[in-house]
């Protein structure tokens, strides 16, 4: 089954304490992409990774690493955790050429709580 | 900034009434427009995309409308069932971007929590 899996799907951690939220996808996708939800403000972007061993920033980076050793795996990395980082993550990849209607595969989420 | 603006931020729908969520962007170089649908403990799902050169696309219940000069776009469901209550999101991309339509690289709007009473 083609899919986006993260884990874990819950999380509850202390400040300053270093966490990684794993990501893996079965498709051979080249995109892969960090979110966070929050009420009121959507789904904003964190890193972007558009190939292995490359990526970006998204529009709010801060706080957060990734990297891209291989395709299929993409973690997202807190060194430092604040209350502030407390979110729902998702993430989600596409093919090259996901404009179409593919469009974005999300995972189920990881829901961050930060004390 | 936000560069895509959604409203309602929720809606409440009768059974068999239309839903209709609004989007604006301020991008002009945005080329590619889409509609995520989101239900309870899931990840958002592709629902229905446009591009700028059509000003409307139907699929089955749902509907965008778009508007290029007044930087607008709407989703439109009719015959709303309680099986579309959902957080839907309005999205945009443009292929000039780094990493942006070809791959996938979405700006999304705020969300609308719809809900659709029986």
């Known amino acids: 089954e083609a899919q986006v899996t993260q884990n874990p799907r819950y999380l509850i951690t202390v400040t300053g304490k270093k966490l990684t939220v794993t990501c893996s996808q079965n498709m051979n996708h080249e995109y892969m992409s960090w979110y966070r939800q929050d009420p009121g403000l959507g789904l904003r972007q964190i890193y972007y990774s558009m190939n292995v061993e490359v990526t970006d920033k998204g529009d709010v980076p801060e706080g957060y690493k990734v990297s891209r050793k291989e395709k299929r795996n993409f973690p997202l990395i807190l060194e430092s955790p604040s209350p502030n980082q407390t979110s729902l993550y998702f993430c989600?990849?596409?093919?090259?050429?996901?404009?179409?209607?593919?469009?974005?595969?999300f995972g189920s989420g990881t829901q961050l709580s930060v004390l | 900034q936000q560069q895509v603006k959604q409203s309602p931020q929720s809606l409440i729908v009768q059974k068999g009434g239309i839903s209709i969520i609004n989007c604006a962007y301020e991008?002009?170089?945005?080329?590619?427009f889409p509609w995520y649908q989101q239900f309870p403990g899931k990840g958002p799902a592709l629902l229905i995309a446009?591009?700028?050169?059509?000003s409307e696309k139907k699929e089955g219940r749902f509907t965008i409308s778009f508007n290029k000069s007044a930087k607008q776009f709407s989703l439109h469901i009719m015959d709303s069932q309680p099986g579309d209550s959902a957080t839907y999101f309005c999205?945009?991309?443009?292929?000039?971007?780094?990493?942006?339509?070809?791959?996938?690289?979405?700006?999304f709007g705020q969300g609308t929590i719809l809900t659709v009473h029986p």
């Open positions: 991008n002009t170089a945005f080329d590619y």
């Open positions: 446009i591009r700028p050169d059509v």
């Open positions: 999205a945009a991309s443009h292929s000039g971007e780094a990493g942006g339509t070809s791959y996938g690289k979405l700006t």
């Open positions: 989600a990849s596409s093919p090259k050429g996901g404009r179409t209607k593919i469009g974005l595969f």
